[in-house]
């Protein structure tokens, strides 16, 4: 009997222009390492080969995007290119009111300024660290309300992005719903390996909160390739398109914040989103102290031209289809191969569990940061920890937290790579896979009092 082949898919995009890589050796992998403390945020990009540091900021532009550049209209006032960044957030997004900033936490910061109180309480479906931290330092406390199943690298759960709705309800009755301003939601959590909420489960809430008086913000970061997953996975969207599916789920939503440097194909920029004006109106004057003026938040007239452009492209079934695909073929080369790796594949990277691929390291001697800069030894390729680092320390105890998830994220860039490179990545994965059992822990040498993940140093035990 023949058996069933999938067919192949390719990219929908043929290149225009390259950029060399870089080939460090690895004398000098060593080297730079020990000088950026074992910390794969400090190493330069020059000694770097394959860079899967982050999605964020690093997506290569279509030729659409990069005419736009030059369609800039620099003017302090009223530039016309936020006009068409406002039109395009309507069109795909349906919000009713935007700000422009400079990045997704410049968003996070105005939203947290006027929605938080001092003593308030964040629902949330897993923290993202500036996320988190802006409610902090709004006098908020976050509290995560995710499934127990995203705190679990193996379970396969379709949706571990989704929210316990009898965890929210919990909250309600111990806090009341007046402490309770908002619950922010994002779509393919983060931390949790790039794992989906579903539409469902969003309207259970939606009913919840409305019963409450409750808001719902979305993190709508990357929001196209939560959508990706519900037309896969969720009953009755596989005929729906990728474009009416984020707005179904821009609708479930009261406002929203987007960090536009992901899913939205460009290199910086951001935005608040609101439906009531009276927030708006707050939000507007605030952004002016923090950003720049409510017509460009802090971009150029040429970045929110490219934005209004991404937003449009990011919502093709074609690009959405071949972005993750690629991510796919990643984890299932590295899946074949025994590697521990958060399951099931999310939206965008691979995330290592390194408590399974590190089991002998102790929590308290970092083993993803560890395993990150193993890897980035063997090859070149620059990963990033999430895991016992990123998660910081309680702000009011002065703890370290402890997180089940102990990841190191292979995140993929959109548009920038090749299947060929992520062959090399495989490889130098399952390389260091095989000599696992030499690897040491690290300890801490420099601990920065915010975000200490993008500064902290280390040295080898
Ligand atoms: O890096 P920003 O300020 O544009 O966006 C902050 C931000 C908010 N929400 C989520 C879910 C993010 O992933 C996020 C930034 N993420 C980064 C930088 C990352 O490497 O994942």
Known sequence: MSKKTKASWAEPYKIKMVELLKMPTISQRKKMIIEAGYN????????????????????????RQWAGLMLGDEAYAGSENYYNLEKSVKKYYGYKYIIPTHQGRGAENILSKILIKKGDIIPGNMYFTTTRLHQELAGGTFIDVIIDEAHDSKSLHPFKGNIDLKKVEAL??????????????ATTVNMAGGQPISLENLKQLRTLT?????????????????????????????????????????????????????DALVNIGGFLAINDKELFEEASNLVVVYE????????????????????QESVSDNHINARIGQVLYLGEKLKEAGIPIVEPIGGHGIFLDAKRFLPHIKQ???PAQTLAAE?????????????????????????????????????????????AHMDVVAE??????????????????????????????????
């Open 428 to 461: 130098s994965i399952i390389k260091v896979y095989k000599r696992k059992e030499k690897i040491k822990g690290l300890k801490m040498t420099y601990e920065p009092k915010y975000l200490r993940f993008f500064q902290a140093k280390f040295e080898k035990l």
């Open 375 to 419: 890897i980035y030894i063997d090859s070149g390729v620059r990963t990033m920890e999430r895991g016992i680092v990123s998660a910081g320390r309680n702000s009011k105890t002065g703890k370290n937290y402890y997180p089940e998830l102990e990841l190191v994220r292979l995140t993929i860039p959109r548009r920038v790579y090749t299947q």
């Open 292 to 311: 720049g003026l409510h017509t460009y938040g802090g971009l150029a007239g040429r970045d929110m031209e490219a934005m209004a452009i991404g937003i």
């Open 364 to 366: 308290d001697h970092y």
């Open 40 to 63: 794969t945020f400090l190493l330069k990009s020059k000694d770097v080969y394959i860079d899967l540091l982050t999605d964020s900021g690093t997506s290569a532009m279509s030729d």
């Open 210 to 262: 409305k019963k409450n008086n409750i808001k719902i913000i979305l993190d709508m970061t990357r929001i196209a390739e939560n959508a990706y997953f519900i037309k896969l996975r969720e009953k009755g969207y596989s005929k729906k398109s990728i474009a009416s599916i984020v707005k179904e789920i821009c609708d479930q939503t009261d406002g929203a914040t987007m960090s536009a440097k992901k």
């Open 172 to 185: 309600i009755s111990k806090y009341g719903k007046d402490k309770i301003p908002y619950i922010c939601v």
